[in-house]
């Protein structure tokens, strides 16, 4: 990773680049003064967006000095990826309604499909800004498909199982079925929160849920009237 002068804000270089990232801290005080960091980066992200944040705005808003945030990090471009990588466990393991194994399918689809965009809403700054310097830097954008891909290959596996249990046509492809599903999801997810098309989080879920059930040839509820 090249490290940038903090008032170059207007130029990006490499989020994924070849240089050595900070090892994590091993002290409990270290671990929360990244956290800290961690934390203040995210607000200052938000508010300015990435080209527009420095790293005196993230330690202002962290209340340390420069030197501090350099014994953690090398540049603005390894910090926002700390703050996307503390995101990453609310989007891929957001936390759904119990549900049972004995449950049908689509139920499961609907409650998968609710704690997504319920998570992806409470993140959607943070996942507008990731959809932004992907655009803009290659390594960066590598990055990006890398994680689309574990959704995707999360999907497939739910997939196949259901395959396996006749309930799902054997001949379509699980990853190619499920990147296609969980992009659909994933745009719909995008469009609303990022974009500010303000659709609700249960007209989504009736929706993209529909679409998966019939996508995979499964029987789903009627509507109530």
């Not at 990006?144 to 959704?151: I, P």
């Not at 492809?173 to 994933?186: E, K």
Request: proline content about 4%; hydrophobic content about 40%; charged content about 25%.
């Amino acid at each position: 990773m090249t490290e940038r002068a903090e008032d170059q804000a207007g130029e990006v270089s490499s989020p994924a680049g070849a240089a050595a990232v900070k090892e994590l801290p091993v002290t409990a005080r270290g671990v929360r003064t990244r956290a800290a960091l961690v934390v203040a980066a995210r607000t200052v992200f938000e508010r300015d967006g990435f080209l527009g944040s420095r790293l005196t705005d993230i330690t202002a808003e962290a209340r340390c000095s420069t030197g501090t945030f350099y014994t953690y990090f090398t540049s603005k471009e390894e910090i926002f990826m700390a703050v996307l990588e503390a995101a990453k466990d609310d989007m891929l393991h957001p936390g759904m309604p119990h549900v049972a194994e004995s449950d049908d399918p689509v139920s499961v689809i609907e409650a998968s499909n609710r704690a997504y965009f319920e998570a992806y809403q409470r993140n959607a700054k943070l996942m507008m800004l990731q959809e932004q310097v992907a655009t803009i830097d290659a390594d960066f954008r590598q990055l990006r498909l890398k994680r689309s891909e574990a959704f995707a290959q999360r999907n497939a596996k739910s997939i196949q199982r259901l395959q396996q249990a006749g309930d799902v046509d054997p001949a379509l492809d699980p990853i190619m079925t499920s990147r296609a599903l969980s992009g659909m999801v994933g745009r719909l997810a995008y469009a609303s929160f990022a974009l500010g098309q303000d659709w609700s989080v249960d007209v989504l879920v009736e929706t993209s849920t529909r679409l998966w059930a019939n996508a995979l040839g499964l029987s789903t509820r009627p509507t109530d009237g």
